[in-house]
């Protein structure tokens, strides 16, 4: 096994590639009683059109299919309840999709070896069939109603659809009702075979374990099963996302009591060259941290002109060459708002004394990090799937983020490309 040290955690990783093509990831942690397993897939909603493993011609398969597939592994062929197994051995398992990846897991502090292999039993044994694809339809269906009666999920979907114009981002993880209920069987395989291939999946375990009992009882499950030849890398579309939104605004009604606001920037970041991908995500999220943020002057700002009454808050959405920076609110004065935050954020009003203590609130989050199995785990899978590698020493990577290069970058930033979606109280 490969051992990484992480600097300033005290912590360590092992690693290892199985001759299957998994990757297996073990960060033990001695002081506690219980582990935290997560194993992953990199297929999330934003991946519709690729080439099947067993296919020469890209296809498309419909919006939701990830999220789906998510639902159908739950079913198995012999009848058996994953969460009931989980339950009765002491441990409690869940599983979600995001847009780049689907994550299959469990924490436990007993039966762990046995946990374990139940994890990579249930998920690497689909059973799809015409009656449980139709039948998990309406369940999803009910799902998609039940969110789009949520004003927050309504202004997060309603930003992301409106600032993208070709890639397959735009579109709800769940999927809308006209896509998943033209899910077949064959769609479920199709993207099972391709992109649950162990070669494209990874094991993140972090808690009280042994690596190497570990890592001996994921290879003989492991050597048991037989899976289909991979003879190349996944090819996946490349859709060439324009700059421009797709439409700047857009106003809508529900039963709320006070107005919400969504203000969003479309941001291309691949041609900003000299520094790298994540510094750049890094930079721009200080950047906005430092403009918008609750403890910001500008929040305290808007709070004393009685624009808003509780705090800004502000998310990033990754879309490949782009980034989409959501900020949100809720405001009786929709349009003095909006006209603010443009105002606002193409203004460089930060200072170097700001800059450096917002860096060391990074990296106090970053060594805190460690007290926890949960984020440790969420850390490498982010890391796995963002950089397709662990960088060791981020630590330093923080510490060498500079005020000039933040003001480079944002120099180099057209915040021209935006959008906005207020909802409004129905009358």
């Not at 109603?145 to 114009?165: G, R």
């Not at 963002?386 to 060791?392: H, K, L, P, S, V």
Request: proline letters at 4%; a negative charge.
């Amino acid at each position: 096994m490969q051992v990484i040290t992480l600097n300033k955690l005290d912590l360590e990783l092992y690693h290892e590639k199985l001759d299957n093509g998994l990757d297996v990831y073990i960060i033990p942690k001695a002081n506690i009683n219980n582990a935290y397993v997560t194993f992953n897939t990199k297929f999330g909603s934003k991946h519709q059109e690729f080439v099947p493993i067993d296919g020469k011609k890209m296809i498309k398969v419909p919006d939701g299919v990830a999220h789906f597939l998510e639902h159908k592994l739950f079913e198995q062929e012999d009848g058996t309840n994953p969460f009931a197994f989980y339950a009765e051995h002491g441990a409690d398992a869940n599983a979600n999709t995001s847009q780049h990846k689907t994550t299959y897991l469990f924490s436990s502090s007993t039966d762990l070896e046995k946990n374990l292999e139940f994890l990579l039993d249930f998920v690497q044994k689909p059973y799809f069939t015409d009656e449980n694809v139709e039948k998990e339809k309406g369940i999803i269906e009910q799902e998609i109603k039940m969110y789009q009666d949520d004003p927050f999920f309504t202004l997060y979907e309603k930003s992301i659809y409106n600032s993208i114009c070709k890639h397959p981002i735009k579109i709800p993880i769940i999927g809308t009702v006209e896509s998943i209920n033209s899910i077949t069987k064959e769609d479920l395989y199709a993207c099972y075979n391709t992109f649950y291939h162990p070669s494209n999946m990874f094991l993140v375990i972090t808690g009280n374990v042994n690596p190497e009992i570990i890592l001996s009882v994921i290879k003989n499950n492991q050597n048991k099963k037989e899976f289909m030849t991979l003879k190349s890398k996944i090819k996946i579309k490349d859709y060439n996302e324009p700059d421009k939104v797709a439409k700047t605004k857009e106003k809508i009604s529900m039963n709320i009591a006070i107005p919400k606001v969504s203000s969003t920037y479309k941001i291309n970041i691949s041609n900003i060259s000299d520094i790298p991908r994540r510094d750049i995500i890094e930079y721009i999220l200080l950047y906005f941290e430092m403009k918008f943020s609750s403890t910001s002057e500008f929040n305290d700002k808007l709070k004393e002109m009685h624009i808003i009454n509780t705090n800004l808050d502000y998310m990033l959405v990754d879309v490949d060459t782009h980034i989409l920076i959501i900020i949100l609110a809720e405001t009786e004065k929709p349009q003095k708002l909006l006209s603010m935050l443009e105002s606002e954020i193409n203004e460089f009003n930060v200072d170097l004394e700001t800059f450096e203590r917002k860096k060391k609130n990074i990296i106090s989050s970053y060594i805190y990090m460690s007290d926890s199995i949960f984020r440790i785990n969420n850390w490498v899978t982010s890391m796995i799937v963002r950089e397709g590698e662990i960088i060791a020493d981020e630590y330093q990577e923080i510490r060498n983020l500079s005020f000039d290069d933040l003001k480079k970058i944002i120099d180099n930033i057209n915040f021209d490309n935006h959008n906005y979606v207020v909802i409004n109280p129905k009358k």
